[in-house]
């Protein structure tokens, strides 16, 4: 008879921080596991008992006290099934980033993660010391074999624990969504087993935490590279696999294969998973949007409601003299199709009483982009005024292609708590919204197909300030996200003079940009954590 493990792989949505929350958690977990799917393991994300990533928090000493009564909470209060959690693990002044298989009150398998990333997102030569050895343990027959995260990026990892006797591996990570990061992770790991010739099973968290977004999409592998089981993405669950012990070789048993997602529909729901986790974990009550019927502010406000439901999300227009007639009719439509609380308020009060009152210093000059703004921060005293009386979180609207050049006002539409399609090129906002309306029109179809428009002018149109937005995005996306020169870029077919000019806006706004709330990550190279150009800089485009 062929020795079997039955694993549970617990896709959870954790907290930073709530230590004790997540521990809770993680004892309930532990007995479904074990008196629901009687498995002999069950495994949790990376850092699971903090949260991932704790960042700072690591050097506090309460975390680390509290961290430490969390092991023991869970090693002495769980029996009668095995328990892969990770911690931080303190060793006098090292931290590292460590996991532990828990059973029967005692440790029986302890692993340091070896590699440290230290790009994009990630820093965690900041707070951690790579651990150096293979980590395995022997379950019902079979040899397991540890890692964490990074350790399936390179080969060094998976190699030893195999040279350590491993006949599988598992990986528990912390690996958060950007787009097509799901074939990206299966792929690496293909190689990985490829190379060892060992299956793999790999476990990913959930759940927004500020920027960031984890996506599950956890996923067993055999030793072929062939997976055999994949969890649904952006949705928490125990996710179960029998490891059957053949005189071959550890073969996991198929499960259930989730498809993958489009391109859309993944950063529509990494939009609303951050969103959700973001309102919720802060404790708000609700959210306050300013709608002024454009394509923006609709899709912020239809991920609003999908993320904490309708009855939680107020929208206020606030019409001024450029407002159209299409604009107002709208907004009401798309307030009206949702069923959230709508507002009219106007600023034409407001703003001549601010103009009045800089009459004296402004004298006869010429109505300017001064006055635009003037109208951007009427709006955005009153949402914050709402926001302050009513304890909802303003939601604010602007879009990556908008706050990469500017094109957004300090202080008026970039004030806010939350910034969702922050990371969202213009061009995506359109597609996401067509995205959205093919379970429902829940955005006016003029609102999508109408040209873009801030208002604040007669006639205005984006395209009167930038280039479309069809030009405009590539440039941006070729610049922020693969660091190309103006020569690389213009190569691509496009006006040198245009580059330059996109290029310069860029540098030249990213003062508002440090001052802009955070909002969800979807890209490779995002306005936020892995963004770090300087304000202060001579440089210039082209370089000498």
Same mark, same amino acid.
């Given at each position: ?20 929350? #997540? ?15 009687? /498995? ?11 949260? !991932? ?10 975390? =680390?006290?509290?961290?430490?009564? /969390?092991?023991?909470?869970? =090693? ?42 230290? !790009? ?103 030793? #072929?590279?062939?997976?055999? %089981? ?38 529509? =729901?990494? %939009? ?26 609709? %899709? ?11 009855? =939680? ?7 001024? @003299? !450029?407002? &159209? ?63 302050? +009386? ?59 197909? @109408? ?9 205005? +149109? ?33 006006? @040198? ?9 860029? +540098?030249?706004?990213?003062? +508002? ?9 979807? &890209? ?21």
């Amino acid at each position: 008879m062929n020795d079997i493990v039955k694993v549970a792989l617990a896709q959870l949505d954790l907290a930073v921080g709530d230590v004790a929350g #997540n521990t809770a958690r993680i004892i309930d977990f532990a007995t479904r596991a074990r008196d629901e799917e009687h /498995a002999d393991l069950v495994v949790f994300p990376e850092l699971s008992i903090c949260g !991932y990533p704790p960042e700072d928090l690591l050097f506090h000493t309460g975390l =680390r006290q509290s961290v430490e009564n /969390a092991v023991a909470e869970i =090693r002495d209060n769980v029996f009668g099934i095995a328990m892969l959690i990770g911690f931080p693990e303190y060793d006098g002044n090292d931290i590292y980033n460590s996991c532990g298989v828990f059973l029967d009150g005692a440790e029986i398998c302890h692993y340091r993660k070896q590699l440290l990333p230290n !790009y994009s997102v990630f820093d965690e030569k900041r707070y951690f010391s790579p651990g150096k050895d293979a980590a395995v343990f022997k379950m019902n027959g079979i040899r397991i074999g540890l890692t964490i995260c990074e350790d399936v990026w390179q080969p060094g990892p998976i190699g030893a624990s195999r040279a350590a006797g491993a006949e599988c591996v598992i990986a528990i990570n912390g690996s958060p969504y950007e787009l097509n990061t799901q074939p990206n992770r299966e792929q690496v790991v293909r190689q990985r087993v490829r190379e060892v010739g060992l299956p793999a099973l790999y476990l990913n968290m959930v759940g927004g935490q500020d920027e960031l977004v984890f996506d599950g999409g956890s996923f067993v592998m055999d030793a #072929n590279g062939e997976v055999c %089981l994949r969890a649904q993405p952006f949705e928490e669950g125990l996710h179960v696999v029998a490891l059957d012990g053949t005189p071959a070789g550890v073969v996991p048993q198929s499960g259930s294969v989730a498809e993958p997602l489009s391109t859309e529909e993944s950063v529509y =729901r990494a %939009l609303v998973t951050g969103t959700h986790d973001y309102v919720t974990k802060h404790g708000f009550p609700g959210v306050v949007i300013g709608l002024s019927g454009g394509i923006d502010s609709a %899709l912020v406000m239809a991920i609003a409601c999908d993320a904490i439901g309708a009855d =939680r999300v107020r929208a206020v227009m606030m019409p001024f @003299r !450029y407002t &159209s007639t299409m604009s107002q009719e709208d907004a009401a439509e798309q307030a009206a199709t949702l069923g959230v609380a709508y507002d009219v308020i106007p600023i034409e009060p407001m703003y001549d009483a601010t103009v009045r009152q800089l009459q004296p210093i402004f004298g006869d000059s010429e109505p300017d982009v001064t006055e635009e703004n003037i109208q951007a921060r009427c709006r955005g005293l009153l949402l914050m005024a709402i926001s302050n +009386k009513t304890g909802r979180m303003l939601l604010t609207t602007g879009n990556k292609s908008e706050m990469a050049v500017g094109y957004a006002t300090l202080y008026g539409d970039m004030a806010g708590g939350f910034a969702p399609i922050k990371d969202c090129s213009k061009t995506l906002v359109y597609r996401l919204a067509r995205y959205r309306n093919t379970s429902g029109e829940v955005i006016p179809e003029r609102v999508i197909t @109408r040209p873009p428009s801030a208002e604040l002018r007669p006639d205005q +149109k984006d395209s009167d300030s930038l280039p479309d937005y069809d030009v405009l995005d590539p440039i941006l996306e070729a610049f922020i996200e693969e660091d190309l020169s103006v020569a690389d870029i213009t190569e691509r077919g496009f006006d @040198r003079d245009t580059v330059i000019r996109v290029l310069e806006m860029v +540098k030249r706004n990213e003062y +508002k940009r440090r001052q802009a709330p955070p909002g969800v990550r979807i &890209s490779g190279r995002a306005f936020g954590r892995d963004w770090r150009y300087p304000i202060t800089s001579g440089y210039r485009f082209p370089a000498p």
